[in-house]
Every structure is written in structure tokens, then in C-alpha cells.
């Protein structure tokens, strides 16, 4: 019966998944040592028919590597069937290297995955792609950014793909399931972990509406040492990554230079001289990354343009009366004081909180701590 990688695991493909997840359980076999023994040998199969001495003629193997290849093959078969069974009944995809539907762009990078556990649409991989990261202690500027750059890129086809961590990844996966768009969440743990349990819900609508992966096996818990591991693949995913707020030491930062040396493109949100949070976006900008206003920009350095216009698909809040309008445009996402607001639009401070109020309940104005207020909205010009 012939191979059908786009189900999950059963009979009918489980001898091929059952080779790469034994190499996969092999100790000391990562993924960039794969990667070489198959272009060596040409097949998981092949591989693990090779003899020891065709082995040792691989100067890339380590003695260790060589030795669990070798000697510890039935322990690694024993877990490559419980490995099989747990996953087929989590309903969860496999696509191994080889695979049809194992993504071409993740299949170029120097390291990629043995095997990508998917929830989900595994076709979705596939699809162009853009990466957003960045910080998880994100401001409520970054977070309208992301989420508002991420609603763009959708409504042009684009799939976002970021890690599901709090802050800006998770504003970037919303962002696109507002706008109906397919988006996809790499994880640092096994799928049968909802990490972090803040995002169970957006963790749930990911799945109905694009796909969660992982390399890890199930039960594997999210410990700190697998994320940076993990961003090789939001990286290798996608054709460029947009970095929206980063720290100078920030682990965004090493998604960004992987990214580079993948070849992708790197984008970068800028932000205030004054915010420690953008000091790593600067600097990526320093060192030749896109600076990026809108997603025009990416989709101009992406020549991608012949998409659908951005003004044509964007929504836009209802027209104002003129002094609500008069307020609004003194607004930015960045926070403002109410009085310098009252100061700037010289109108009564009860006025100001009037309109103020009735735009936070249109949606366009958020009340932030210490009487201050940012837009989260662009309405059409009104006549005065």
C-alpha cells in the first residue's frame, strides 16, 4: 500500500516513520549529523542497512554517534513503537525528511528536523510565510504592531508563523486569526503540552485554522535550552523573519542570526531612542536589516507587491465628528499623557475625558495606567 504522508500515522506508512523516529531516538545522531548520513546513504533505510565499516568511513560521525548506531538499535526501535502509537492517538501528523509534504524551505537549512510532529494542516507548511518574533515582556506598542502587521501580511496570503509565547509571538498569531488567515506556532516542547497555558484557547483556534508543530517528542517539557533550537524552524519556515521588539541581549536576537545564515531576511519594527525594548531592533537595523513602516515594505523586498493592495483589504474605523477626530489624531500608539492631550487640542479638560471615553468604547482608544492613552485605530478624514 502506498506511502500517504498527509495522515496521521497507521499501518499503511508506519514502516518509514518507524526508521526516522529509530534514528530520531538514536543518542547522539542530531539533526545537522542526519542531515549528512542521508546525503551519504540516501534513505533512512539505507542508513540504518549500512554495516559498521560503511559507518566509520563517515568522517562526520563521532565514536559515540558510531556506537549508538551500532549497539543500541533495539532500544531506539522500542521507542520509535511507542513513539508511533502515542502520537496516532493524539491525532498527530508525522512528516518525516523525506517526506512529500516536509517543507522544501526547512529542508534547506544545514540542521533541519528528522521529524516535524504536526496538529493540524501539515499542507500549511508549505505555503509563503512570514516569521514574527520578539519580546515576551512585549510594550502595548509592540503588541498593536505585531498584531496589526500580522491582520496586514494575512490579507495578503502570507502565513504567519511565530512560537506561541506571551507577548509578541502571541499578538502575531491573533493578529492573523483576525483576519481569517492561516498562522502557525513552533514549539519548543512536545505537542501533548500546552506551553504556556495562557494560550490554551489561541492554542486550540491554531489548530482549527493552521497547524502547531514540534520536533520533540511527545513529553518532552519545555525547558530553556530547546528554544533556540526551536527558532531555526520559525526561521527556516519562512522567506524572511520581522523582529518587533528585542532587547540588545534577547533571544529574538539569536532568531534573527539564524535567519541570516539561512539566508532569509531579516525585518526590523523600529521604536523609541528611550525604550530598552527596541535597542535590539536598532541594532539590527545597524547591521543592514529592512527597516519596516507597514507591510508594503516586506512585501516590496519580498517582490511580492503584485499582491492585492494593503489600502484596498484594510478595514477602517467609521469617520468622526470633528472634535473627536481632533483628539484621535493628537493620539499614537505610543502612550500620551491626558494632559498634554488637553493641552495640545485646547479643549476642556471635561471635553477631552468626554471624547476620550467615547472613543475607548468605539474601540479606537485604549486607557493605559497613569491617565494615559494610545490609539489602536485609523478612522476616515471627516469634513469639518
Known amino acids: ?82 513513539e508511533l502509537r502515542r502520537a496516532e492517538n493524539a491525532g498527530i501528523t508525522l512528516l518525516c525528511w523525506d517526506d512529500p509534504l516536509f517543507p522544501p524551505l ?26 514574527m518574533v520578539g519580546a515576551r515582556a512585549a510594550s502595548s506598542y509592540g503588541l498593536q504592531v ?43 516542547c512536545g ?6 497555558s495562557q494560550n490554551k484557547k489561541t492554542h486550540e483556534q491554531i489548530i482549527a485554522h493552521g497547524a502547531i508543530i514540534s520536533e520533540s517528542p511527545l513529553g518532552t517539557q519545555p525547558e530553556a535550552f530547546r528554544f533556540p533550537a526551536r527558532n531555526r524552524i520559525i526561521s527556516g519556515l519562512s522567506l ?5 521588539e528585542a532587547a540588545h541581549r534577547s533571544g529574538t536576537l539569536i ?61 477602517q474605523a467609521p469617520s468622526l465628528p470633528p472634535e473627536e477626530e481632533k483628539v484621535f489624531s493628537l493620539l499614537e500608539v505610543y502612550p500620551r499623557n491626558i494632559e498634554e492631550i488637553i493641552l495640545a487640542a485646547q479643549l476642556p479638560a471635561h471635553r477631552i475625558s468626554e471624547i476620550l471615553l467615547h472613543l475607548e468604547l468605539r474601540g479606537l482608544v485604549a486607557s493605559l495606567p497613569g491617565n494615559q492613552y494610545q490609539r489602536l485605530a485609523e478612522p476616515h478624514s471627516s469634513s469639518v
Not at 502565513?159 to 493578529?175: E, F, N
Not at 505537542?191 to 504556556?196: F, G, N, V
Open 1 to 82: 500500500m502506498p506511502f500517504t504522508p498527509s495522515l496521521p500515522c497507521g499501518l499503511a506508512d508506519m514502516d518509514i516513520r518507524h526508521q526516522w523516529l529509530s534514528l530520531a531516538f538514536t543518542p547522539g545522531l542530531g539533526p545537522a549529523t542526519l542531515k549528512k548520513l542521508v546525503e551519504r546513504f540516501g534513505s533512512a533505510r539505507q542508513i540504518l542497512a549500512a554495516n559498521r565499516k560503511a559507518l566509520e568511513e563517515c568522517p562526520f560521525l563521532r565514536k559515540d554517534s558510531l556506537a549508538s548506531l551500532c549497539d543500541q538499535r533495539p532500544i531506539a526501535e522500542a521507542a520509535a513503537d511507542q
Open 106 to 131: 526547512l529542508k534547506e537549512i544545514s540542521d533541519p528536523p528528522v521529524i516535524l510532529y504536526v496538529l493540524g494542516s501539515p499542507q500549511l507548511l508549505s505555503a509563503p510565510g512570514i516569521a
Open 146 to 188: 505585531a498584531e496589526r502587521l500580522a491582520t496586514e501580511l494575512s490579507r495578503h496570503d502570507l502565513v504567519i508563523t511565530s512560537g506561541l509565547a506571551l507577548g509578541i509571538d502571541t499578538a502575531a498569531h491573533r493578529g492573523a486569526l483576525a483576519a481569517g488567515g492561516k498562522t502557525i506556532a513552533v514549539m519548543g
Open 191 to 196: 505537542l501533548d503540552i500546552i506551553y504556556p
Open 240 to 244: 524572511g523573519v520581522v523582529v518587533v
Open 255 to 315: 532568531t534573527a542570526h539564524q535567519a541570516l545564515e539561512q539566508g532569509r531576511d531579516v525585518f526590523a519594527i523600529p521604536g523609541r531612542i528611550d525604550s530598552p525594548k527596541s535597542e535590539g531592533c536598532h541594532r539590527l537595523i545597524q547591521e543592514g536589516a529592512k527597516l519596516v513602516h507597514s507591510a508594503a515594505d516586506i512585501l516590496e523586498e519580498l517582490a511580492l507587491t503584485t499582491l492585492a493592495s494593503p489600502q484596498a483589504t484594510r478595514p
